[in-house]
């Protein structure tokens, strides 16, 4: 789990997705805010070789 989390830092260039000291009601639009805003840094890192040779990636998800 550490591992994807400073693979994901790596590629947002340290931010964060999610925000501990938010309000509940504003936690869900503030994390698909910033999943929006950092979209292209999230696919890169999904398509980089380390993701895809580690244990996390797989070439045919279950249902």
Do not use: C
């Amino acid at each position: 789990y550490t591992w994807i989390l400073n693979l994901m830092r790596k590629y947002t260039n340290g931010k964060e997705l999610l925000r501990p000291v938010i309000k509940h009601f504003a936690s869900s639009y503030l994390t698909l805010y910033s999943i929006h805003t950092n979209k292209i840094a999230l696919k890169n890192m999904l398509l980089s070789p380390k993701f895809q040779g580690s244990d996390y990636y797989t070439k045919n998800p279950k249902s």
